[in-house]
């Protein structure tokens, strides 16, 4: 597998508090890194960083070896960097179709054909995606009327249509069932390893995190304080201290013993 993203030394302050603290890790194409800590850690300013909407004091970002730092969103966006969010951001009363052909006519650079178009453009494309996330057949319904997990599955197909290399997911299962959870996060993981797409995202489901990541990163008051496969991570003294309590561990270890 080919080395991705590479951060080094990231820094960010605001006034006399560090939200990122010498931050450095590497991500390879066709992995899942997930990155977790309790609230304030610097998860969502890290976030905000790679993909160009927060400037870096401090430290490079690199992307297939360019160095992004200082690059706008939409820069950042055309080089092949995707982004989920915590809370959804669709149009309800176009179709779930309209909503991955407006992303796609904004990555071909025909964003201007989106108020009156015909339903042509990109259409074929659009449906492709919808049928990679398993959407095809919603695909004529307004979004404003899908369930809440397919409205997660419709934010991949749209985070998708720019071709990413990198795909940043905010909670990427907040606010849905552990069955969707798990079904959503199979899926990610399936597309990113066929596709070659390196996965970056913050949850606060450890169940999640330890079934679905091939590596996990612990940020705490914007410092990063391990790194590791999951089983590491969860076995880590300093993490069990700061972040995931000794009865999640317990309940995880009880899993474990279970399945053997």
């Given at each position: 597998?080919?080395?991705?993203?590479?951060?080094?030394?990231?820094?960010?302050s605001y006034g006399?508090?560090?939200?990122?603290?010498g931050?450095?890790?590497?991500?390879?194409?066709?992995?899942?890194?997930?990155?977790?800590?309790?609230?304030?850690?610097?998860?969502?300013?890290c976030?905000?960083?790679?993909n160009?909407?927060?400037?870096?004091?401090?430290g490079?970002?690199?992307i297939?070896g360019?160095?992004?730092?200082?690059?706008?969103?939409?820069?950042?966006?055309?080089?092949?960097?995707?982004?989920?969010?915590?809370?959804?951001?669709?149009?309800?009363?176009?179709?779930?179709?309209?909503?991955?052909?407006v992303?796609?006519?904004?990555f071909?650079?025909?964003?201007?054909?989106?108020?009156?178009?015909?339903?042509?453009a990109?259409?074929?494309?659009a449906?492709?995606?919808?049928?990679?996330?398993?959407?095809?057949?919603?695909?004529?319904?307004?979004?404003?009327?899908?369930?809440?997990?397919?409205?997660?599955?419709?934010?991949l197909?749209?985070?998708?249509?720019?071709?990413?290399?990198?795909?940043?997911?905010?909670?990427?299962?907040?606010?849905?069932?552990?069955?969707?959870?798990?079904?959503?996060?199979?899926?990610?993981?399936?597309i990113?390893?066929?596709?070659?797409?390196?996965?970056?995202?913050?949850?606060?489901?450890?169940d999640?995190?330890?079934?679905?990541?091939?590596?996990?990163?612990?940020?705490?008051r914007?410092?990063?304080?391990?790194?590791?496969?999951?089983?590491?991570?969860?076995?880590?003294?300093?993490?069990?201290?700061?972040?995931?309590?000794?009865?999640?561990?317990y309940d995880?270890r009880?899993?474990?013993g279970?399945?053997?």
């Amino acid at each position: 597998m080919s080395l991705l993203l590479e951060v080094e030394n990231l820094e960010k302050s605001y006034g006399g508090v560090h939200a990122v603290r010498g931050v450095t890790f590497s991500l390879e194409a066709g992995t899942l890194l997930a990155l977790i800590g309790p609230n304030g850690a610097g998860k969502s300013t890290c976030f905000n960083m790679l993909n160009g909407q927060i400037r870096p004091d401090a430290g490079t970002i690199r992307i297939d070896g360019r160095d992004i730092r200082g690059l706008p969103p939409r820069a950042v966006w055309r080089l092949g960097v995707g982004r989920t969010f915590q809370i959804t951001a669709t149009f309800p009363s176009m179709t779930v179709r309209e909503n991955v052909q407006v992303a796609l006519l904004s990555f071909h650079g025909l964003i201007r054909r989106v108020f009156g178009f015909a339903g042509t453009a990109c259409r074929d494309e659009a449906e492709g995606l919808l049928d990679l996330v398993g959407l095809t057949s919603q695909a004529g319904r307004p979004c404003g009327e899908l369930a809440y997990g397919d409205l997660k599955r419709l934010e991949l197909a749209v985070a998708l249509a720019n071709q990413p290399r990198l795909l940043l997911m905010d909670e990427p299962t907040a606010g849905m069932a552990p069955k969707e959870r798990v079904e959503l996060m199979r899926l990610t993981a399936e597309i990113a390893r066929e596709k070659g797409i390196g996965v970056l995202f913050t949850e606060h489901d450890m169940d999640v995190v330890f079934e679905h990541a091939d590596a996990v990163m612990v940020l705490n008051r914007g410092q990063l304080i391990a790194r590791g496969t999951p089983l590491e991570v969860r076995r880590d003294p300093q993490v069990r201290a700061i972040y995931l309590g000794e009865g999640l561990l317990y309940d995880a270890r009880h899993r474990e013993g279970s399945a053997a």
